[in-house]
């Protein structure tokens, strides 16, 4: 059995729904199929997702909530007259419109992902199955005993179902959603529930690139990937497959295929716990994101002073920021922080670290760039690390700090804002079989 997940751009609009269907018609093993909200493809500029956290948030500053929810209205409308379906949809949409004001921001945000299952239910002709009624959260962790045994339950006399992504329930059934992508995690978890053969990723890209398309044209295709390489790359800022839905297909040996919507017999990417290596690749993707900052506490002999560590962590902790990185020496430790987790509270977080700690100095530096390089032969040739150092080196890119840990299987370099976009396509040129000729000795 295949759990196939479609995203945003694949249901985007009546056209991509008749693609959607004859992908799913195509195999009867493709059982259960996930759905996001409608998203973006070509005319259709903003997610529905996103216009439902703009219907929540003006409702909130006791602005015009009607106008944005207008469009959601019009394009799920839309699709419902020209597929020609039997939905109503307008009566839920009035239903939810009517609730925008009382309602949480949980139930309002995943509303997109419930109207636009039960729309490809009815096209498809599969069963409508909410996830409210199996995704279950406990403490804010899906219960996956649970969540298996209800599904069970709803699947009882349905060979065929249709399941919203990006939201479940706790117990006392108050919808929660998952995080942004979050229906890439639903598609996973339900392949972890029914030990599914395969769990199809269905999006608008033929599998992962080694490079981010819009940065690198025509970047190559990864034809495979392990777990670990696809979760580094998703940590790092690959929008094309949610971190967290990794762990629930790993668990249970389950392989991802990553697919286009738009050309499916492009094939894609799979993705499994071990892949047959190509030899002349030395970096297996490349993956970042812009607008770190980064806030260095120094002090001799820092590395000794746990006292001084735990202060800190407790003044970030204080203002809810998690570092994503911490590169520490002997005499200096720095906090590496996605901007948008500080941005309010950046300038109280320096002062308090100043005035409350007892360091020589804290340093802050803003608009940093972390490009990665990951590939699972980082941990058996650590000499590549050098040499992709080296290239960054030659073409005068101002490398401001260099991170190897955890996985070993992930060189990050810290980059100026400015440089992101020149660091990936050096790191692509020399990850590529025509330029890796000159380094593959390394290897050898
Ligand atoms: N290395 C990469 N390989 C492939 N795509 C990448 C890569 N890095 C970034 N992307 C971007 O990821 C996009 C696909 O992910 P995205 O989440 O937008 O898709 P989706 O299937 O429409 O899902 P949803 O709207 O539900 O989040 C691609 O269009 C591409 O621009
Ligand atoms: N619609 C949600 C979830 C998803 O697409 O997977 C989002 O835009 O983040």
């Known amino acids: 059995m295949k759990v196939a997940k479609f995203g945003g751009s694949s249901v985007a609009d009546a056209g991509q729904f ?30 529905v997702t996103d216009l439902l956290i703009d219907s929540f948030n003006a409702n909130a500053k006791q602005e015009d909530f009607h106008q944005p929810f207008a469009i959601v209205r019009h394009r799920l409308v839309k699709i419902q007259s020209e597929l020609g379906l039997t939905t109503k949809i307008e009566a839920d949409l009035d239903e939810i419109e009517a609730k925008i004001p009382s309602a949480t921001y949980d139930y309002v945000v995943s509303r997109g992902e419930y109207l636009t299952a039960k729309l490809m239910a009815n096209y498809i002709g599969y069963s409508f199955i909410d996830a409210a009624k199996f995704i279950t959260f406990r403490d804010g962790d899906v219960d996956l005993g649970a969540s298996k045994r209800k599904l069970e339950n709803e699947m009882l006399g349905s060979r065929f179902a249709l399941v919203p992504g990006f939201y479940g329930a706790d117990e006392a059934g108050n919808i929660k959603l998952m995080p942004r992508g979050g229906s890439d995690i639903t598609g996973a978890i339900i392949a972890n529930l029914v030990d599914a053969d395969l769990y199809e990723n269905w999006t608008d890209v033929s599998g992962v690139k080694v490079a981010d398309p819009r940065i690198i044209d025509h970047s190559k295709k990864i034809d ?10 998703s940590y790092m800022g690959i929008s094309v497959f949610q971190e967290e839905a990794v762990e629930p ?63 800190a962590i407790e003044v970030l902790s204080k203002f809810n920021v998690m ?12 906090f590496l922080i996605d901007f948008n987790q500080v941005e309010i509270d950046l300038d109280k977080i ?72 020149r660091t990936i396509r050096e790191l692509y040129l020399n990850s590529s079989e025509v330029a890796t000729s000159r380094i593959s000795a390394v290897i050898a």
């Open 224 to 233: 495979e990937l392990t777990y670990s390489e696809l979760q580094e790359l």
């Open 18 to 47: 008749k693609k959607v269907a004859k992908i799913v018609k195509s195999d009867p093993t493709r059982r259960i199929v996930v759905v996001s909200a409608a998203g973006k493809w070509q005319a259709q500029k903003i997610k």
């Open 323 to 334: 570092p994503n990185f911490l590169p520490s020496g002997n005499d200096a430790v720095s």
């Open 350 to 421: 320096v002062s308090e670290l100043k005035s409350k700690i007892d360091v020589d100095s804290v340093d802050l530096r803003k608009n940093i760039a972390l490009v990665a390089a990951v590939s699972a032969k980082f941990s058996k040739h650590p000499a590549i690390a050098g040499k992709i150092l080296e290239k960054l080196d030659k073409s005068d890119i101002d490398v401001h700090m260099v991170v190897q840990e955890g996985s070993d299987i992930k060189l990050v370099v810290g980059v100026d804002n400015d440089d992101y976009e």
């Open 249 to 311: 297909v790993r668990e249970k040996h389950i392989p991802i295929a990553i697919l286009n919507t738009n050309a499916p017999s492009e094939g894609g990417t799979i993705v499994a716990s071990s892949v047959i290596s190509d030899k002349q690749q030395l970096v297996t993707g490349i993956a970042g994101k812009k607008n770190y900052v980064v806030i260095s506490i120094k002090k001799h002999q820092l590395s000794r002073r746990m006292d001084i560590l735990q202060s």
